[in-house]
Each structure stands twice: as structure tokens, then as C-alpha cells.
């Protein structure tokens, strides 16, 4: 059929972790703003927030739900189509992996139960309690997976065994592993944009609430209160302290990818840096606005290597020049201009309530959620392309880890209901969340089955409780 099994096992792979990687951000960020709509009621106790608990803690569950769905297919994956990459880093990727199951995923899943059901049934302090843990369970989990990639950008702590066969790389150093150079940068990175993401999808319901549903405007009010002082924090802290530290050390440790980023063909001093451009790789050119002297000035380097001057393993050429100058610059681009809307959002809002007043500025608070996961995805998009043709940069070409008995046209079928059901699955996760945002934050009294003071809210309470009950029944 004349089709390419690396090619399409690149596709799928694309496919399944872009998609993927909207739903761990997301329910990050919005787990930390419910935690922080949680703690404003138990320092007021005013039922509003208590009343937004409920209604995000909804919105959090399906969230959640999607990013299991989708993630657990990648794991299958490594061992279809790349089960020779996964047979030779197994012992290094794979423990990391396995870590974040058993140390944080059962830890998010053991409260999990506790979080979604547990608000009619525990006191606040106990349901902030069971939150906080699902929460750091989701941070924890996020830490493990970037920790592995992280190893895959910039590998130490190991070394290459040939005996006993087949070859592979074999861990030697826990903590080199654990500590290699792009891992904190890159997680300080992945967190932040989380927090952006969940702040701006908070006050992106908010405004939606004041717009159109009237019913709910003072709820909106709220949510836009306690989420655009987080939005503005997070998006200014990323977009000019996190991202460019992450920049500085792909300058550093990963040379091909920093040429690749701002397509930069020769070596030279003072390398400009472009606002926007276009890659002609059969030329070896790039054109477009560029600002002389900007690339060295943020890299901290006088002197930038071109594409050109790579030609000595790890430092070979990159494969993916204009999908990796294109996803940078659309990441860069629009995660600046984040910045000013939210201090438009902020300064019309401090200002005497005028945001409420401006259904046009509304509107822009609304799209914010939109573009921060696009920006999300972009940079995650860079991160993995920008390595290519490496899978593990400097140790393993892309190109020989695929799974030698895995077929193109198998790959085609396959890739083909993925597709199928992968449209399914969002047109199922939209209606949800729409349905939810719809019908907004229901009433407390359809949900309160006791009056919170009567609800235990100390371990103690709850074996007291739990032991009357078993005397009340051996009775």
C-alpha cells in the first residue's frame, strides 16, 4: 500500500496524547481553584461558595473521567507500536511510570469517591480534606509523567548494557534520573500553565454566567472574583518568568531543538528572534519579522548554532523544523497576549465593577479557557516534535523504535477507529459539560439532605458515628 509503519505510528501516537494531554492540565488547574472556592467557605461560610463546591466538583468528575479514558490507551501503545523503544528503556521509563501508578494515581483515586460524593455526606473541613488529596494526587501524577519525558529530553543516570540480550538502557543512578537537567524547569512550566488553564476556565464560566444566565449572574460574580487574581498571577508568572527559564534550558541542553524553535539555518552572533515566520526546509531559509539580536539576548548565548553546523550525534539535524517553529511561535505568541487581556480583565474589574458592563470584554474572558489549552497544547507540541529525529535525544532514534512485527495496515485499522472513537468521546465529553454549565449550580437545598453543622467533620465524629450506627443495627 505504499504506507510508511514509523510515519503512522507517529500519527497515532500524535492523535492520542494531544488529545490526551487536555484533560491532566485542566483538571490540575480546576482542582486548585476548588480547592481555593472550598477554602473561601470554610473561612465565610457564605453557601455560595459551598454552593460553587458542588456544581465544580461535577465539572471536576468528568474532567476527570475523559483523562483516564484517553490515557490509559497510551500505555497499550508503547507495547503495540513501540515495543522496541519500550524494550529498551524499559528499565528506566517504565519505573517511572509504574512510580506514578502506585504512588499517585491510587492515591487520587482512593479520595476520589470521597471528593465527588462525600459533600452531602462529610463536614467542609473533611470534603477540603479528601479534595486536597485528589488534588495532589494529580499533581503528584503529573510530576512522575514529566519526570519520564523529561528524562526522554535530556537523558543521564544510566548506561547501555548488552548482556544479558536484547540491549537496553538500565538505570544507575535513581536521583540522575529523577534530577535531570530539563525536569525542573519543564514542571515548574507544565504546573503553572495548569493553574492558568483551570483559573481562566473558572472565569471563563463565570463571565459566560453574567452574559447569558442571569439566574446565575451573582454566582458568576463570584467565580470571576476569586478566579481572575489567580489568572492574572499565573499567566504573567508563566509567560515571563517559567516559560523562558523552560527556553533557556532547551538553549542549553538541546541545541537542535533552540535552531529548530526559531528556525535558525547558520551559525551566528546576535540571532534574531521571530515574532512570526515561515520554514522553507528544501531552501534551508527562513523569512518572516524578525527582531535582531533577541534570540541571544533571552538564551543568554552571543553565538546561536544554525541547522547546518549539526552533524555529530546527538546534535543532528532536526527532522520537524517548521512543525516545531510553528507550534513555538503560536505558544509564544498567544501566551503573551494572554498577559494583556488578563490585565484588561483585572483593571476593568478592580475598576468599579466595570467589567461587568462591557459584554465585549466579557466575551474575551469567556474565549480565555479556549486559547490557554490551545497554548498548552502547542508548547507540549514543541517539546516533542523539537526532538526529532531523536525518541531519547542523543540515545535512540524514533526511527528504530517502532514494533518490527506491527504492520502499516494494521496500524491504518486501527488508527482509523481511534479517530471513530475519539470524536465520539469528545462529542460525549462537550454535551456533558454543557448540559452541567446549562443547568448551572443547583440550589443547596436539593443537595443537602442535613443541615452542615450535623455532617461529621472529624475522624473522630466519623468512627463515632459509624460505631452508633453498627450498635443501632445489632439492636
Same mark, same amino acid.
Given at each position: 500500500?505504499?504506507?510508511?509503519?514509523?510515519?503512522?505510528?507517529?500519527?497515532?501516537?500524535?492523535?492520542?496524547?494531544?488529545?490526551?494531554?487536555?484533560?491532566?492540565?485542566?483538571?490540575?488547574?480546576?482542582?486548585?481553584?476548588?480547592?481555593?472556592?472550598?477554602?473561601?467557605?470554610?473561612?465565610?461560610?457564605?453557601?455560595?461558595?459551598?454552593?460553587?463546591?458542588?456544581?465544580?466538583?461535577?465539572?471536576?468528575?468528568?474532567?476527570?473521567?475523559?483523562?483516564?479514558?484517553?490515557?490509559?490507551?497510551?500505555?497499550?501503545?508503547?507495547?503495540?507500536?513501540?515495543?522496541?523503544?519500550?524494550?529498551?528503556?524499559?528499565?528506566?521509563?517504565?519505573?517511572?511510570?509504574?512510580?506514578?501508578?502506585?504512588?499517585?494515581?491510587?492515591?487520587?483515586?482512593?479520595?476520589?469517591?470521597?471528593?465527588?460524593?462525600?459533600?452531602?455526606?462529610?463536614?467542609?473541613?473533611?470534603?477540603?480534606?479528601?479534595?486536597?488529596?485528589?488534588?495532589?494526587?494529580?499533581?503528584?501524577?503529573?510530576?512522575?509523567?514529566?519526570?519520564?519525558?523529561?528524562?526522554?529530553?535530556?537523558?543521564?543516570?544510566?548506561?547501555?548494557?548488552?548482556?544479558?540480550?536484547?540491549?537496553?538502557?538500565?538505570?544507575?543512578?535513581?536521583?540522575?534520573?529523577?534530577?535531570?537537567?530539563?525536569?525542573?524547569?519543564?514542571?515548574?512550566?507544565?504546573?503553572?500553565?495548569?493553574?492558568?488553564?483551570?483559573?481562566?476556565?473558572?472565569?471563563?464560566?463565570?463571565?459566560?454566567?453574567?452574559?447569558?444566565?442571569?439566574?446565575?449572574?451573582?454566582?458568576?460574580?463570584?467565580?470571576?472574583?476569586?478566579?481572575?487574581?489567580?489568572?492574572?498571577?499565573?499567566?504573567?508568572?508563566?509567560?515571563?518568568?517559567?516559560?523562558?527559564?523552560?527556553?533557556?534550558?532547551?538553549?542549553?541542553?538541546?541545541?537542535?531543538?533552540?535552531?529548530?524553535?526559531?528556525?535558525?539555518?547558520?551559525?551566528?552572533?546576535?540571532?534574531?528572534?521571530?515574532?512570526?515566520?515561515?520554514?522553507?526546509?528544501?531552501?534551508?531559509?527562513?523569512?518572516?519579522?524578525?527582531?535582531?539580536?533577541?534570540?541571544?539576548?533571552?538564551?543568554?548565548?552571543?553565538?546561536?548554532?544554525?541547522?547546518?553546523?549539526?552533524?555529530?550525534?546527538?546534535?543532528?539535524?532536526?527532522?520537524?523544523?517548521?512543525?516545531?517553529?510553528?507550534?513555538?511561535?503560536?505558544?509564544?505568541?498567544?501566551?503573551?497576549?494572554?498577559?494583556?487581556?488578563?490585565?484588561?480583565?483585572? &483593571? *476593568?474589574? /478592580?475598576?468599579?465593577?466595570?467589567?461587568?458592563?462591557?459584554?465585549? +470584554?466579557?466575551? #474575551? !474572558? =469567556? @474565549?480565555?479557557?479556549?486559547?490557554?489549552?490551545?497554548?498548552?497544547?502547542?508548547?507540549?507540541?514543541?517539546?516533542?516534535?523539537?526532538?526529532?529525529?531523536?525518541?531519547?535525544? &542523543? *540515545?535512540? /532514534?524514533?526511527?528504530?523504535?517502532?514494533?518490527?512485527?506491527?504492520? +502499516?495496515?494494521? #496500524? !491504518? =485499522? @486501527?488508527?482509523?477507529?481511534?479517530?471513530?472513537?475519539?470524536?465520539?468521546?469528545?462529542?460525549?465529553?462537550?454535551?456533558?459539560?454543557?448540559?452541567?454549565?446549562?443547568?448551572?449550580?443547583?440550589?443547596?437545598?436539593?443537595?443537602?439532605?442535613?443541615?452542615?453543622?450535623?455532617?461529621?467533620?472529624?475522624?473522630? @465524629?466519623?468512627?463515632?458515628?459509624?460505631?452508633?450506627?453498627?450498635?443501632?443495627?445489632?439492636?
Amino acid at each position: 500500500m505504499g504506507l510508511d509503519a514509523e510515519l503512522l505510528a507517529r500519527l497515532q501516537f500524535t492523535l492520542t496524547i494531544t488529545y490526551h494531554f487536555i484533560f491532566p492540565p485542566l483538571s490540575m488547574g480546576l482542582g486548585l481553584m476548588l480547592l481555593v472556592i472550598s477554602g473561601m467557605y470554610l473561612r465565610t461560610k457564605d453557601p455560595k461558595w459551598r454552593r460553587l463546591s458542588f456544581f465544580w466538583v461535577k465539572i471536576y468528575g468528568i474532567v476527570f473521567a475523559m483523562g483516564v479514558a484517553t490515557g490509559v490507551v497510551m500505555e497499550f501503545e508503547f507495547g503495540m507500536n513501540w515495543a522496541d523503544y519500550s524494550r529498551f528503556v524499559g528499565n528506566v521509563f517504565g519505573s517511572l511510570l509504574a512510580a506514578e501508578g502506585v504512588f499517585a494515581f491510587f492515591l487520587e483515586g482512593g479520595f476520589l469517591g470521597l471528593m465527588l460524593f462525600g459533600g452531602t455526606r462529610l463536614g467542609p473541613r473533611m470534603w477540603f480534606g479528601a479534595s486536597l488529596m485528589v488534588v495532589v494526587g494529580a499533581h503528584f501524577s503529573a510530576l512522575w509523567i514529566v519526570m519520564a519525558n523529561s528524562w526522554m529530553q535530556t537523558p543521564q543516570g544510566y548506561q547501555v548494557q548488552d548482556l544479558p540480550l536484547p540491549t537496553r538502557a538500565v538505570m544507575t543512578d535513581f536521583w540522575d534520573v529523577v534530577f535531570t537537567p530539563s525536569f525542573i524547569p519543564r514542571i515548574l512550566h507544565v504546573f503553572f500553565a495548569s493553574w492558568t488553564a483551570g483559573a481562566a476556565f473558572v472565569a471563563s464560566v463565570g463571565a459566560y454566567y453574567v452574559l447569558k444566565k442571569k439566574d446565575f449572574a451573582d454566582l458568576g460574580r463570584a467565580a470571576l472574583a476569586i478566579a481572575l487574581p489567580f489568572f492574572i498571577l499565573f499567566a504573567v508568572a508563566n509567560a515571563f518568568v517559567f516559560g523562558p527559564e523552560s527556553a533557556r534550558n532547551v538553549a542549553e541542553f538541546q541545541p537542535t531543538k533552540l535552531a529548530a524553535m526559531e528556525g535558525i539555518w547558520e551559525t551566528q552572533q546576535n540571532a534574531p528572534a521571530y515574532a512570526f515566520g515561515w520554514v522553507d526546509t528544501d531552501a534551508g531559509t527562513t523569512t518572516g519579522l524578525a527582531i535582531p539580536g533577541l534570540l541571544s539576548f533571552l538564551s543568554g548565548q552571543d553565538t546561536v548554532e544554525g541547522i547546518n553546523s549539526f552533524d555529530v550525534p546527538p546534535d543532528v539535524p532536526p527532522s520537524e523544523v517548521q512543525l516545531t517553529f510553528q507550534s513555538y511561535h503560536l505558544m509564544v505568541g498567544l501566551g503573551m497576549a494572554i498577559v494583556p487581556f488578563a490585565l484588561m480583565a483585572a &483593571g *476593568l474589574w /478592580f475598576w468599579k465593577r466595570k467589567l461587568l458592563e462591557y459584554r465585549w +470584554a466579557l466575551w #474575551i !474572558v =469567556v @474565549s480565555t479557557v479556549f486559547v490557554s489549552l490551545f497554548v498548552i497544547t502547542m508548547g507540549w507540541w514543541v517539546a516533542e516534535f523539537g526532538r526529532q529525529p531523536w525518541v531519547v535525544y &542523543g *540515545l535512540m /532514534f524514533t526511527a528504530v523504535a517502532t514494533s518490527p512485527v506491527v504492520s +502499516a495496515e494494521e #496500524i !491504518v =485499522v @486501527s488508527l482509523g477507529g481511534f479517530v471513530l472513537i475519539y470524536v465520539l468521546l469528545m462529542a460525549l465529553f462537550l454535551y456533558l459539560l454543557n448540559a452541567k454549565i446549562q443547568h448551572g449550580p443547583a440550589p443547596l437545598e436539593e443537595l443537602e439532605t442535613k443541615p452542615v453543622e450535623d455532617l461529621p467533620d472529624t475522624l473522630r @465524629s466519623i468512627f463515632t458515628a459509624r460505631g452508633e450506627g453498627e450498635e443501632r443495627m445489632v439492636r
